[in-house]
């Protein structure tokens, strides 16, 4: 493994293959009373997060404390950023204090591969702007391969905001290098400019047709509408969004039981996902959560533990 996580472009299908494998080992410690590791004891976590997050912060921080770091969170709001510090001297002002790696999420993209420039340490992108957010890549990997076997030749679709979403960006490569056929839906308006010449490149397929493909999905991953990054209207109302692309409860019926529906979370329930989809026996949303704490101690442990680690 390289020595940060920046992109699904920093790790190849046998490091991802052996992720999972230490994930499923992590799995198992969840499940136990005493769920302590001592694989990081006496190394230092910092968790920067400049923009908001529930899942991806806790996630981390108990996933450092169940293998015995460190941990400490820092947010935008109440640190020195709010008295006009910049990027570069908060981030090395952390690292000066000697700190083993930075999980980091910011508003602008490209961000961590900018501080993984700045500082020794390693660092774990947990969301640039509308970049990249690779642990959630790697985590809904894990979850779909859980409930679906080998991913190899499997239609997943992700549905929703593309424009503005990292999680689709770090989801089609992710599920590509594991050999996924994805199609990625949206309307035009939150379907990103460029996406064209990219799909080529990276090997997924586009459609403004939710119904049509639904037929053959495997798996459906809904994406939020982050109306916190829009500026201008993507689309005339709410309720003309999810007629087209939501998962309504007729689509649910149509979908059948079986097909396995994912959200990364958080959901804006009865706009990209009805209830009764959400809280579906097929859902994954929940099993995405716990699988996701597996999964980042599973990259912690790999980026810091033992030998190889601050190699690059
Ligand atoms: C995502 C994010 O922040 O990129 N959430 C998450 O990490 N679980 C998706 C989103 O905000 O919609």
């Given at each position: 493994m390289?020595?940060?996580?920046?992109?699904?472009?920093?790790?190849?299908?046998?490091?991802?293959?052996?992720?999972?494998?230490?994930?499923?080992e992590?799995?198992?410690?969840?499940?136990?009373?005493?769920?302590?590791?001592?694989?990081?004891?006496?190394?230092?976590?910092?968790?920067?997060?400049?923009?908001?997050?529930?899942?991806t912060?806790?996630?981390?921080?108990?996933?450092?404390?169940?293998?015995?770091?460190?941990?400490?969170?820092?947010?935008?709001?109440?640190?020195?950023?709010?008295?006009?510090?910049?990027?570069?001297?908060?981030?090395?002002?952390?690292?000066?204090?000697?700190?083993?790696?930075?999980?980091?999420?910011?508003?602008?993209?490209?961000?961590?591969?900018?501080?993984?420039?700045?500082?020794?340490?390693?660092v774990?992108?947990?969301?640039?702007?509308?970049?990249?957010h690779?642990?959630?890549?790697?985590?809904d990997?894990?979850?779909l391969?859980?409930?679906?076997?080998?991913?190899?030749?499997?239609?997943?679709?992700?549905?929703g905001d593309?424009?503005?979403?990292?999680?689709?960006?770090?989801?089609?490569?992710?599920?590509?290098?594991?050999?996924?056929?994805?199609?990625?839906?949206?309307?035009?308006?939150?379907?990103?400019?460029?996406?064209?010449?990219?799909?080529?490149?990276?090997?997924?397929?586009?459609?403004?047709?939710?119904?049509?493909?639904?037929?053959?999905?495997?798996a459906?991953?809904?994406?939020?509408?982050?109306?916190?990054?829009?500026?201008?209207?993507?689309?005339?109302?709410?309720?003309?969004?999810?007629?087209?692309?939501?998962?309504?409860?007729?689509?649910?019926?149509?979908?059948?039981?079986?097909?396995?529906?994912?959200?990364p979370?958080?959901?804006?329930?009865?706009?990209?996902?009805?209830?009764?989809?959400?809280?579906?026996?097929?859902?994954?949303?929940?099993?995405?959560?716990?699988?996701?704490?597996?999964?980042?101690?599973?990259?912690?442990?790999?980026?810091?533990?033992?030998?190889?680690?601050?190699?690059?």
């Amino acid at each position: 493994m390289k020595k940060h996580l920046l992109s699904i472009d920093d790790v190849t299908t046998d490091d991802i293959a052996t992720l999972f494998e230490t994930a499923a080992e992590m799995h198992d410690v969840q499940r136990r009373q005493v769920k302590k590791l001592p694989a990081l004891r006496g190394r230092t976590i910092i968790n920067l997060f400049f923009e908001d997050s529930t899942r991806t912060r806790s996630s981390f921080e108990i996933a450092g404390k169940w293998l015995s770091a460190d941990t400490i969170n820092i947010t935008g709001k109440g640190s020195s950023a709010s008295k006009g510090e910049s990027l570069r001297d908060t981030v090395r002002t952390i690292a000066a204090m000697g700190v083993d790696a930075v999980v980091m999420r910011h508003a602008a993209s490209g961000s961590a591969l900018q501080v993984s420039q700045w500082i020794d340490a390693a660092v774990i992108n947990a969301g640039d702007g509308t970049h990249e957010h690779p642990s959630q890549a790697l985590l809904d990997a894990y979850t779909l391969q859980r409930s679906l076997g080998s991913l190899e030749g499997r239609h997943v679709v992700l549905v929703g905001d593309l424009t503005h979403s990292r999680v689709f960006r770090s989801n089609v490569l992710c599920l590509t290098k594991l050999g996924a056929q994805v199609t990625v839906v949206a309307p035009p308006t939150l379907m990103p400019s460029g996406v064209d010449a990219w799909s080529k490149q990276v090997g997924f397929a586009t459609s403004y047709d939710l119904d049509a493909v639904l037929l053959s999905a495997d798996a459906v991953m809904m994406l939020r509408v982050q109306r916190e990054r829009m500026s201008g209207g993507y689309f005339p109302s709410a309720r003309e969004y999810t007629v087209g692309y939501g998962l309504t409860r007729d689509r649910l019926a149509t979908l059948g039981g079986e097909v396995p529906i994912c959200h990364p979370g958080p959901m804006n329930r009865g706009l990209e996902i009805a209830a009764d989809a959400a809280d579906a026996a097929q859902s994954l949303v929940l099993d995405q959560v716990s699988a996701g704490l597996a999964v980042r101690m599973s990259i912690l442990n790999h980026l810091l533990a033992g030998e190889g680690s601050n190699n690059d």
